[in-house]
């Protein structure tokens, strides 16, 4: 039997993904109340309840939301090893774009959940990707666990410059990204972005 979602409940959810978007875009996380997020998304408190446990949770929820959509935006993979520096590049441009939300949101009070999550989507977006076979051939490691562990140590870089000072260097943050990537690929070289 089919279930139907009631269109008010996803518009609920939906507004409160947005409001908690938005207001981690202009303040820190613990400066954000339930009453703050279920009034910029038009909910009553109860409402907020019916969706979420809390603010935590609706921050983890924010921030996958706003990873997925922005990794659909900047999906650059080829299908040669040739093409990941530039989707890295591609993907370090887009989160300094929207630095502090991500900042908030990887090392607010949510951080555990955001982290996992994130590992997760992109473990995800690795094993649905054509480069993987290339990769998977090139090591004994079972796939499913090297995909974690690039995504696990993808989102910790990520993080660790996030909350650095090294703000402007995305070049570097980059390169230490590619050359993670290939070492847990097991790829011996690993190519340089385009200029």
């Not at 507004?15 to 978007?21: F, G």
């Not at 696990?152 to 050359?179: C, K, M, N, Y």
């Amino acid at each position: 039997m089919e279930s139907h979602e009631d269109p008010r409940s996803t518009r609920s959810r939906q507004a409160l993904i947005d409001a908690a978007v938005e207001l981690l875009g202009q303040r820190e996380p613990t400066d954000i109340s339930v009453t703050d997020l279920a009034r910029r998304a038009g909910v009553s408190r109860p409402t907020f309840y019916q969706h979420v446990s809390g603010v935590n949770e609706l921050f983890a929820a924010a921030a996958i939301s706003r990873l997925t959509a922005m990794l659909d935006a900047i999906d650059t993979l080829g299908d040669d090893l040739a093409t990941v520096p530039d989707a890295i590049a591609a993907m370090v441009s887009a989160f300094a774009a929207d630095r502090e939300f991500f900042r908030r949101a990887l090392l607010g009070p949510s951080s555990h959940d955001v982290f996992h999550a994130a590992v997760a989507l992109v473990a995800d977006r690795l094993h649905t990707h054509a480069l993987m076979p290339i990769i998977d051939a090139s090591t004994t490691m079972a796939p499913a666990d090297r995909y974690e562990a690039i995504a696990a140590a993808e989102v910790w870089l990520i993080g660790e410059w996030l909350h650095s000072d090294d703000a402007d260097d995305t070049g570097r943050l980059v390169q230490r990204i590619t050359d993670l990537v290939f070492t847990l690929a097991g790829v011996t070289t690993s190519p340089q972005p385009s200029p």
